[in-house]
């Protein structure tokens, strides 16, 4: 039985040759092809700046590490997301105040924002849930009002757009990864973009121990000198993953397409199946289909989510859930004594959230198979 999983990677020969050419080039670690990179990726997302790092997680550390925080500072995060972005809060010494989501969308909560900002606040992050930008205008106002620096976790959104923008310069910085499963991949890979000249240049520094001046830039100038002025770590991409990346990047309008294809299928096929509600989409915003989410809701308990994860899995379909609160996860309830209760639309729609498979190169076959085992099931 052929598995479907619940997303991939799609590599071509053109993807190869670039990997190959770079490979024979001089540089095999950060160099041309990095920096022709972040200039197309900029372009691409309508940001001054981008800073390519070795993974998604990394791109978030870099991005917090300019937050400076102090122990007992809070930064908001949304319950539903990926473990990784409250981690870069716990990583560098602050604590993540877990905020309720909207139930038809999982994106974070403005009201629910507006209600955990203490004295003791110094950063919201905003997750593009699934690929679909979250309430930008809202939080951003309640951002300014308060003085807080917005960053974006944009993971799961890169070609989203929001008011005919593309994500990728709405907020004070904003975190791509290239993982296998996400829009583009370098294997493992992470951006982060801004129009802010001194943090783009504390982003760099980050990513080569905090030393004020690279490699390529002493070369140049014809002088080793060189200083470790703050905190930083070694968060390089390879100049071969770069070239994998550019390679990506000039698909990146036909998988989104491809994506937006496939959802729009599944959106017809349940529109008629009362127990799956797929998210809903609000206006004036280009969901970029990451993971294609449905609530499984059946009114007899007949068929549970979890009924309906085995049952599909049983026959060769990748169903995922995306994501556990991360407010209920172990380690935050033992560091941080969180718990159920503390953001209760979270914690219910958690439980009925499934994602089903979704990428570009899904066959028609594929397709059909997942809409035919899931209303057969649903039935
Ligand atoms: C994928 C992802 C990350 C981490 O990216 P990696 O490249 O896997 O380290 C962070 N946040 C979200 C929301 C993600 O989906």
Request: hydrophobic content about 35%.
């Given at each position: 039985m052929q598995w479907i999983p619940y997303g991939r990677q799609q590599i071509d020969e053109s993807d190869i040759r670039a990997v190959v050419e770079a490979l024979r080039s001089d540089w095999l670690t950060t160099g041309p092809k990095v920096v022709e990179f972040e200039e197309r990726f900029a372009a691409r997302v309508g940001a001054k700046y981008a800073v390519t790092v070795s993974n998604g997680t990394f791109a978030l550390q870099t991005a917090f590490s300019t937050l400076k925080l102090q122990p007992g500072d809070e930064v908001l995060v949304p319950s539903i997301t990926f473990a990784a972005t409250a981690n870069a809060v716990v990583f560098h010494g602050g604590k993540p105040v877990f905020v309720d989501v909207s139930p038809?969308?999982?994106?974070?909560?403005p009201d629910d924002l507006k209600k955990k900002?203490?004295?003791?606040?110094r950063a919201v992050i905003a997750v593009d849930y699934a690929g679909q930008p979250c309430e930008y205008d809202e939080i951003r106002m309640l951002c300014r009002k308060n003085n807080l620096p917005l960053i974006a976790d944009s993971c799961h959104a890169l070609g989203a757009e929001y008011h005919g923008k593309p994500l990728g310069s709405l907020a004070s910085m904003t975190v791509f990864s290239f993982h296998p499963?996400?829009?583009?991949?370098?294997?493992e890979g992470g951006m982060i973009t801004t129009d802010d000249e001194s943090l783009y240049n504390a982003l760099k520094r980050y990513r080569n121990h905090g030393i004020d001046a690279d490699f390529r830039s002493r070369e140049e100038q014809g002088i080793w000198s060189y200083d470790m002025v703050e905190w930083g770590s070694n968060g390089r991409l390879t100049d071969f993953q770069a070239a994998l990346g550019i390679s990506q990047l000039s698909k990146l309008d036909m998988f989104v397409q491809k994506r937006r294809d496939i959802a729009e299928r599944y959106r017809e096929a349940f529109k008629n199946n009362r127990l799956i509600t797929p998210l809903a989409v609000k206006n004036n915003r280009k969901h970029s289909y990451h993971l294609f989410e449905v609530c499984v809701e059946d009114p007899t308990k007949k068929m549970t989510r979890d009924a309906l994860f085995t049952a599909l899995r049983e026959c060769g379909i990748g169903v995922n859930v995306h994501?556990?609160?991360?407010?209920?996860l172990q380690f935050y309830r033992e560091r941080f004594g969180t718990g159920p209760g503390l953001c209760p639309v979270a914690e219910k729609v958690a439980e009925q959230i499934l994602t089903l498979p979704l990428f570009p190169s899904m066959t028609e076959e594929m397709i059909e198979k997942v809409i035919g085992e899931v209303n057969r099931l649903t039935a």
């Open positions: 038809d969308t999982l994106l974070i909560d900002i203490s004295e003791r606040t499963v996400k829009h583009i991949t370098t294997g994501y556990r609160p991360v407010h209920l």
